[in-house]
């Protein structure tokens, strides 16, 4: 299923990766217990020092020239999505220029969000704004540690946010970052995904069966690569249900400037 939602323009700083969803209880962790670990790790720091080994992408995720045209997934411009038993994709529109600026695949209680920007020839965009990622957390008081996953080096983060009893809470958030050829590919993946191996399976799976469509235009390192609208869709599909909220603006890379990010308040 489809959902086009419309999405705030304004900047939110406070609330991104700001993703909580039934499994908040679980994931959320009172400030007490990590009074010790904010800031980023030590081991981001080391990412500043040059760009990643290049990530196999034998499996994935593809350039369009590493594919056929007709292989089933959703094209959606830049990205072409494959779907998965249960996903439902939002897809975030700029409420100024009327844009998509964000693809998000939702299974169960977590979610996928997933963007495409333009990026050097000589790569290494994701580990400048893994980076980057990082400080922005430390400086909102979050903790950031990056780790190496089946896609690389990915950074794990939390977030503080007021829990319902008015103390502290910490929200989980993945974000995965591939160099491809002239291109970089984001994920986010919140909810329960972000904390669980199991349930971020098949958003991985997404996530690496993604193919990004570069084009021929010239484009700066970081401009974000022009999504669209299903072609199947003809009509707006009706809002999203009560307490789901999406903002969006366009500044630049930094997630937590331009978003957006899903919240769930149950």
Same mark, same amino acid.
């Given at each position: 299923?489809?959902?086009? +939602?419309?999405?705030?323009?304004?900047?939110?700083?406070? =609330? $991104?990766?700001?993703?909580?969803?039934?499994? *908040?209880?679980?994931?959320?962790? /009172?400030?007490?217990? %990590?009074?010790?670990?904010?800031?980023?790790? @030590?081991?981001?720091?080391?990412?500043?020092?040059?760009?990643?080994?290049?990530?196999?992408?034998?499996?994935?995720?593809? @350039?369009?020239?590493?594919?056929?045209?007709?292989?089933? +997934? !959703?094209? &959606?411009?830049?990205?072409?999505?494959?779907?998965?038993?249960?996903?439902?994709?939002?897809?975030?529109?700029?409420?100024?220029?009327?844009?998509?600026?964000?693809?998000?695949? %939702?299974?169960?209680?977590? $979610?996928?969000?997933?963007?495409?920007?333009?990026? #050097?020839?000589?790569?290494? &965009?994701?580990?400048?704004?893994r980076s980057e990622i990082a400080d922005a957390i430390a400086s909102q008081g979050g903790t950031a540690d990056t *780790? /190496?996953?089946? !896609?690389?080096?990915? !950074?794990?983060? +939390?977030?503080?946010?007021?829990?319902?009893?008015?103390?502290?809470?910490?929200? #989980?958030?993945?974000?995965?970052?591939?160099? =491809? #050829?002239?291109?970089?590919?984001?994920?986010?993946?919140?909810?329960?995904?972000?904390?669980? *191996?199991?349930?971020?399976?098949? !958003?991985?799976?997404?996530?690496?069966?993604?193919?990004?469509?570069? =084009?021929?235009?010239?484009?700066?390192?970081?401009?974000?690569?022009?999504?669209?609208?299903?072609? /199947?869709?003809?009509?707006?599909?009706?809002?999203?249900?009560?307490?789901?909220?999406?903002?969006?603006?366009?500044?630049?890379?930094?997630?937590?400037?331009? =978003?957006?990010?899903?919240? /769930?308040?149950?």
């Amino acid at each position: 299923m489809f959902r086009r +939602r419309k999405a705030d323009a304004e900047t939110a700083v406070e =609330g $991104a990766p700001d993703a909580v969803t039934g499994a *908040e209880a679980e994931a959320g962790i /009172e400030d007490e217990s %990590v009074a010790d670990q904010s800031g980023a790790d @030590d081991s981001s720091a080391d990412d500043k020092a040059g760009a990643d080994r290049p990530v196999d992408r034998s499996s994935g995720p593809f @350039d369009a020239s590493e594919v056929g045209d007709d292989d089933g +997934r !959703l094209d &959606l411009g830049s990205l072409r999505i494959s779907g998965s038993t249960g996903m439902e994709l939002r897809l975030e529109i700029d409420q100024e220029q009327q844009h998509v600026v964000a693809a998000t695949a %939702v299974l169960g209680e977590s $979610a996928l969000q997933l963007q495409a920007f333009a990026a #050097p020839r000589s790569g290494g &965009l994701w580990a400048q704004i893994r980076s980057e990622i990082a400080d922005a957390i430390a400086s909102q008081g979050g903790t950031a540690d990056t *780790e /190496e996953g089946e !896609l690389g080096i990915e !950074l794990r983060t +939390r977030m503080p946010s007021a829990g319902p009893d008015g103390r502290t809470v910490f929200a #989980p958030a993945r974000f995965l970052g591939v160099d =491809g #050829p002239r291109w970089f590919l984001r994920g986010v993946i919140s909810g329960r995904g972000a904390i669980d *191996e199991e349930a971020a399976a098949p !958003l991985l799976d997404i996530f690496r069966e993604t193919v990004v469509v570069r =084009g021929t235009d010239p484009m700066a390192p970081r401009e974000l690569l022009p999504l669209r609208l299903p072609q /199947e869709e003809a009509t707006p599909m009706p809002p999203a249900p009560t307490g789901q909220q999406a903002q969006v603006s366009t500044d630049d890379l930094n997630p937590f400037e331009r =978003g957006p990010e899903i919240t /769930e308040v149950r």
